[in-house]
């Protein structure tokens, strides 16, 4: 396997420092930092991205998360080992991801599952979070990132 070419933030250096900076802030809500590893999982899952499911599963792993939680991710809705708030999340998080897919992209009911366990600024970290693994998915999916080779 070999990438179409290097990665475009690599590239473009100007454009690292913003995406970074973005990913810290949607991190600095006070959520827990699996959940959003999970977020960034299920999100990379679902756009076919194999250099970021490979750095999601390797950041759980460093969390400690279980063989259970990490491989299920993509089984949420059928899986014991999340709860409440994580499954909202994941709804949401997936909602987010394929707006395309439904005509209400991000139904009420999805939305106010998730305000039910989040207040408005880890809504927004959830949201941004989406959105950077949305961005980084974009970015090598295209280019053939090698998993495990940045």
Known sequence: MEARMKNPAAIVPAAMKPIMELMRAAQSQGLPQELMEMIHLRVSQINGCGFCVDTGL??????????????LVAA??????????????????????RLADRADAVSDEVWNNAADHFDERQLA????????????NRLNAPIRQIAGSW
Not at 87 to 94: F, G, N, V
Not at 125 to 136: D, E
């Open 76 to 97: 949420w809705r059928e899986a014991p080992y999340y709860t409440g708030a994580e499954r909202a999340a994941l709804e949401l998080a997936e909602a987010s991801t």
């Open 125 to 136: 970290s959830i949201l941004l979070m989406t959105a950077v693994t949305n961005l980084f």
């Open 58 to 71: 390797k950041n759980l792993r460093k969390l400690g998360e279980s063989d259970e939680r990490i491989g």
